[in-house]
């Protein structure tokens, strides 16, 4: 019967799966049958895989029979069988059970099978065995990996590095084989049972090298814990140049990568390699080590990065679209960074935005517009329009991106880029695609305040015919924001009520609310026309949309305009991120007595509407930023997937508000703290200070928290033993000046293993105010009685002591960070100035970017203008700002410069109050 | 981000029809570790992925894409399309040297008839020739002719002798046939 279920099998729709049940049956009928017919069972095998390869899979039992009864094949010696059946017990291990069974058989294969299918034996085996059962095969393995056939060495490396995780120290004990192998010559033996016919390919070469990718994968692993060996390795190999396989070449540039983000100093002496592989015959080295290189481009010179990307840009016009692909995004990425040091390849890249692959195209575009000059804007913009139509919305999406970064870049520009986006408006789309085109035209609105009426004019255009509601409703409550400041805010009310007769109810009761603050200007027949209009809507259908009528209605007709106002447009905003957080602990509170009280809306801080747009102006530059060096948004091409973006906006949450949460959290937990609590308001605290290393026994920091007559110094302790139980934990400080003095301290009384805890101790701040801001070290030991972790309750354990860092209170520990919008003006007007001047030294030991990040940091301010972004990378000046506990304001601008004698800073600080200036000014670790 | 020091570099090797039928589809992992991703063991998530990456690229005429934190080459055929899928930060030359590897190798086993039937046909040799280039994410070798030396033909002792016999040869032979087999197997024993 099976003969003839085949013929129909095959003549009918090759699409459709064969039959589970049938295929599995028959697969059991031929391999028990005798004498085993070869070509029949490697068809019924190949319907096996076909249905394993379409995602179908057997129930365990199932799957046992079948692989018992592939092991019965064994019995036929025909290699094409042999091999075909190796294949299907891979695939058949992972559901199978008892399949250590077939172990002897496939030994015996590897021992002394036929060349052909000892590869696919030795890759079965490591299928088979697991950590105890590996030993029996330590020689074979051994002997395979010598073997001078390239592919059984090439199989047996490769299953030993399938075998690593859990054998390790098995598979070490082969690593002088493996070293080995890496030299040896292996070549390809033909086989009478592959012939093929090799059209228009040569015939296959006698050896590909590949071995070599693969052992040197492995001895990396034996020895990536070993630093020096791996050196030695490095520079064996390089040396005599044995490494001909390009993979090989490749994973040997990650390796090096490795070894240098631990330890910079060996770029220098490793350069001649990089050299080698920048002019590599294969495009894949030359790219990798050319995206090593811009990756990781605080670690190389100048000159060094120029060379990567003069590779680049010869790879940038090669043939091959994957390699223009990989060549471009590195470049683009590049770009983000150092704008400048693409510029050299413009002429390449304008090149490809003609480019017949779209992605490449895109990835062009978007480079050029981060290198772009406020001259060659307007020509690129006229480029991209030129062939927007002919490219899909995700592309479109990055183009519409990036052209909203760079108008945020040269605001004069704006006129070019509104045509621009107007033009684009009008094409059809999705709604991602016309949202990206709101959300550009709107950072031009909100940033470039000369833009307003052109782009409020497209706006009121476009929602003549918007098909979405969700941005309908956003640019109605825009234009209600912005038409009344508007110098003709008649015009928009048309448009505006327009939407209140044609649309749905959603767009009506926006439109409604957008209507009601066109009433609030200073004008009585424009004041009347809208109450009219609003009346019209006491009639709608919607509930919704009459009560906003009412409501505002209501309000209008008060007498007090002022009260209208502040309901109808506020001008203050909460802080979203910190109101939901104490709404929520608010809801949560356990205590059933609090709900009596209201919701204390004044608890959230407010931002006025300059405050709230500066800061948003900050999140928008240095998300852009953000978002290109994770790439995570630019590589995602537009399929959004939700928890990417949820990432990006807790990374995105500015300073300032992050800085608000921790102190409130901080503020809660003290204040839970009967001591603690009558302490009153915290003032400031300080960033966490580590004052052990990490890996020791006890991992200890500490936080400085200043109320107004306190200190409190809460410190974490992480008791990182495993067997070690410590009990009543203190932390004993002696302090330098008198001035400060002890209060108490609140011990832990019991640290289990690999637990943490929290000591608190405080101390009273000298109360003469001319030493308000006196700074001091604490010398801190930490005290404490160790017992062993299993040992009986009423065991005495023994008194111990363990020496930790000094504390310094800093002058950053006064200063809490804060935005102010206009730093210029502020600067000026502050008094008392007091600057400093450090030499950092060499220009090449020194990242500036660190500097600055741990300047921001010890200084407790708030970089403002964006200059906490290093982008030259040798000059670059940092604006700060803070305020005193007290609420003095202080400024600090501070200047990198390299020169001959080595990279200099400069700190200048001005403020309200001098002992800060000058202790801030001086101050640095 | 960092360069990816394992040998195992390739997610995926998909080989899907026109219709976005699977002809082949292989999720790799590593065999002695458990799955990372979901992707790997859920077929629904599977599927999805394979329709919004062939939405993405059926008649795009590109050869890469970045799609869904994966790196995709690939390589259109009249009815079909092969892929291979690697990390975001692999290097894209090298998966496009493994897809040409592929590409190359069925070229050379199917004498260069790359469409649907014919890989149907020849499955067994298509099977064979993924796994001589990539063994559970690793790659095992890139050149065509070399992974093409390494897929046997299928075996040419058959069992359509046993039926030309019995058709044509008539009862006596058919007789004699089992005769002589049956002696044969007492023989074995069995």
Request: glycine share 4%; proline share 3%; charged share 25%.
């Amino acid at each position: 019967m099976s003969t003839h279920t085949y013929k129909k099998n095959e003549d009918g729709d090759s699409s459709i799966l064969p039959d589970k049940m049938t295929v599995y049956q028959e697969c059991l009928q031929a391999c028990n049958a005798s004498p085993i017919q070869a070509k029949k069972c490697r068809k019924l095998l190949s319907r096996l895989l076909r249905l394993f390869y379409a995602g179908e899979t057997f129930p365990t039992v199932e799957s046992t029979n079948l692989f018992f009864s592939i092991s019965k094949l064994f019995h036929n010696d025909d290699p094409a069988l042999r091999q075909i059946a190796y294949l299907s017990i891979k695939e058949l291990c992972s559901v199978s059970n008892d399949i250590l069974m077939i172990t002897a058989s496939i030994m015996k294969d590897i021992q002394s099978g036929d060349a052909v299918y000892k590869p696919d034996a030795v890759r079965t085996l490591s299928r088979v065995l697991d950590g105890s059962t590996i030993h029996a095969a330590e020689r074979l393995f051994k002997n395979c990996i010598v073997d001078s056939n390239q592919s059984i060495s090439s199989a047996a490396l490769v299953s030993s590095y399938h075998l690593l995780p859990v054998a390790k120290d098995v598979v070490k004990r082969w690593s002088n084989e493996v070293q080995e192998s890496i030299t040896a010559n292996k070549t390809f033996p033909s086989s009478s049972y592959t012939k093929h016919e090799f059209n228009g390919y040569s015939k296959a070469p006698n050896t590909t090298y590949i071995h070599q990718y693969h052992a040197l994968a492995l001895i990396y692993q034996f020895r990536n814990s070993d630093k020096m060996s791996l050196i030695k390795m490095i520079q064996q190999l390089t040396e005599r140049k044995t490494l001909t396989n390009s993979l090989a070449q490749v994973q040997m540039i990650r390796f090096v990568e490795k070894l240098i983000l631990d330890d910079s100093n060996f770029v220098n002496s490793l350069w001649p390699l990089f050299v080698n592989w920048l002019n590599n015959k294969s495009d894949m080295v030359e790219l990798e080590a050319a995206k090593l290189i811009l990756n990781n481009s605080s670690k190389f010179n100048a000159e060094q990065q120029m060379h990567a990307i003069t590779t680049l840009q010869s790879l940038l016009g090669v043939p091959r679209t994957v390699t223009r692909f990989a060549a471009v995004r590195i470049l683009n990425k590049v770009a983000i960074k150092d704008a400048e040091m693409v510029g050299v390849c413009n002429l390449e890249l304008e090149r490809l935005i003609s480019d017949q692959s779209r992605s490449i195209s895109t990835y062009a575009i978007t480079t050029l517009l981060k290198t772009g000059n406020a001259e060659s804007v307007d020509r690129l913009v006229t480029a991209i329009s030129n062939f927007m139509d002919e490219i899909s919305d995700e592309f479109k999406i990055i183009v519409i991106d990036a052209i909203r970064t760079l108008s945020l870049k040269f605001p004069a520009k704006y006129k070019s880029m509104l045509t621009f986006l107007d033009d684009v408006l009008r094409d059809e789309g999705g709604f991602n695609f016309k949202n990206s085109i709101i959300e550009a035209i709107f950072d031009i609105i909100k940033f470039i305040p000369e833009s307003k009426e052109i782009a409020l004019e497209m706006l009121c255009e476009f929602i003549e015919d918007c098909e979405y509601t969700e941005l309908s409703v956003r640019i109605l409550h825009l234009l209600g924001n912005e038409g009344p400041k508007a110098t003709n805010p008649s015009t928009y009310v048309r448009y505006i009520y327009n939407r209140v007769v044609l649309e749905n109810s959603i767009v009506r009761s926006s439109a409604v609310i957008a209507l009601s603050k066109f009433a609030l200007i200073d004008d009585k027949e424009m004041n009347n026309s809208i109450k009219i209009l609003l009346k019209r809507s006491l009639q709608d259908v919607d509930d919704e949309v009459r009560d906003r009528a009412v409501l505002s209605l209501k309000l209008l007709e008060s007498k007090d305009l002022a009260e209208a106002k502040s309901y109808l447009s506020p001008q203050f905003k909460y802080s979203l991120p910190i109101l939901e957080q104490e709404l929520t602990k608010y809801v949560k509170n356990p205590d059933k007595a609090s709900f009596k009280s209201s919701f204390n809306i004044d608890s959230i801080p407010k931002m006025s509407e300059e405050e709230y747009m500066a800061v948003q102006y900050k999140e928008k530059l240095i998300g852009a930023i953000n978002d290109d060096l994770t790439d995570s948004k630019s590589d995602n091409k537009g399929t959004d997937s939700s928890s990417n973006e949820d990432v990006k906006e807790l990374d995105n949450i500015s300073d300032i508000t992050k800085y608000t949460l921790l102190q409130q959290q901080y503020q809660n937990e003290l204040s839970a703290l009967p001591e603690i609590g009558e302490y009153g308001a915290l003032l400031h605290s300080s960033a966490s200070v580590e004052l052990t290393e990490k890996e020791t026994e006890f991992v200890v920091s500490a936080i400085k928290h200043v109320f107004e007559k306190h200190i409190v110094i809460e410190y974490s302790i992480e008791n990182t033993l495993e067997d070690i139980l410590l009990e009543n934990v203190n932390v004993v400080s002696t302090i330098d000046s008198e001035e400060y003095t002890e209060e108490f301290t609140l011990p832990i009384e019991k640290l289990s293993p690999l637990s943490k805890g929290k000591v608190y101790s405080s101390f009273i701040r000298p109360e003469d105010d001319s030493e308000k801001y006196l700074l001091t070290t604490f010398n801190n030991t930490l005290a404490y009685i160790s017992k062993d972790a299993d040992a009986e309750d009423d065991e005495e354990g023994f008194p111990d002591e363990y020496q930790i860092e000094d504390l310094s209170l800093t002058p950053g520990d006064f200063v809490i960070p804060s935005y102010i919008s206009n730093f210029t003006n502020v600067w000026d007007e502050l008094s008392n100035e007091e600057s400093a001047v450090y030499n950092l030294g060499d220009e090449d030991s020194i990242d500036l970017q660190q500097v600055v990040s741990k300047l921001i940091v010890t200084m407790s301010m708030m970089p403002i203008e964006g200059t906490e972004v290093v982008i030259s990378g040798k000059n670059h000046s940092l604006k700060l700002f803070g305020k005193s506990i007290s609420g003095g304001k202080l400024a600090a601008i501070v200047k990198f410069a390299s020169s001959s004698k080595g990279v200099m800073m400069k700190n200048v600080v001005k403020g309200e109050e001098p002992e800060l200036v000058e202790l801030v000014a001086n101050y640095l670790e | 981000m960092s360069f990816n020091t394992s040998l195992y570099s390739i997610d995926a090797i998909l080989i899907l029809d026109n219709q976005q039928n699977r002809i082949f589809t292989k999720y790799y992992k590593a065999p002695h570790e458990n799955a990372e991703s979901d992707l790997i063991t859920n077929i629904k998530k599977q599927k999805q992925f394979e329709k919004d990456l062939f939405k993405k690229t059926f008649k795009q005429n590109t050869d890469i894409i970045l799609f869904d934190h994966h790196t995709v080459v690939y390589k259109e055929y009249s009815d079909s399309v092969i892929y291979v899928i690697g990390g975001l930060n692999e290097n894209e030359v090298l998966l496009y040297n493994v897809l040409q590897g592929l590409t190359g190798a069925f070229e050379i086993i199917l004498n260069s008839q790359l469409d649907k039937r014919s890989m149907l046909e020849s499955y067994d040799m298509l099977v064979i020739a993924i796994d001589e280039t990539v063994d559970d994410g690793i790659i095992l070798e890139t050149d065509p002719s070399a992974i093409a030396a390494r897929v046997t033909n299928p075996p040419t002792e058959d069992a359509v002798n046993i039926k030309i016999d019995l058709s044509e040869k008539g009862l006596l032979s058919a007789f004699n046939f089992a005769k002589k087999n049956i002696s044969e197997r007492l023989q074995q024993g069995f």
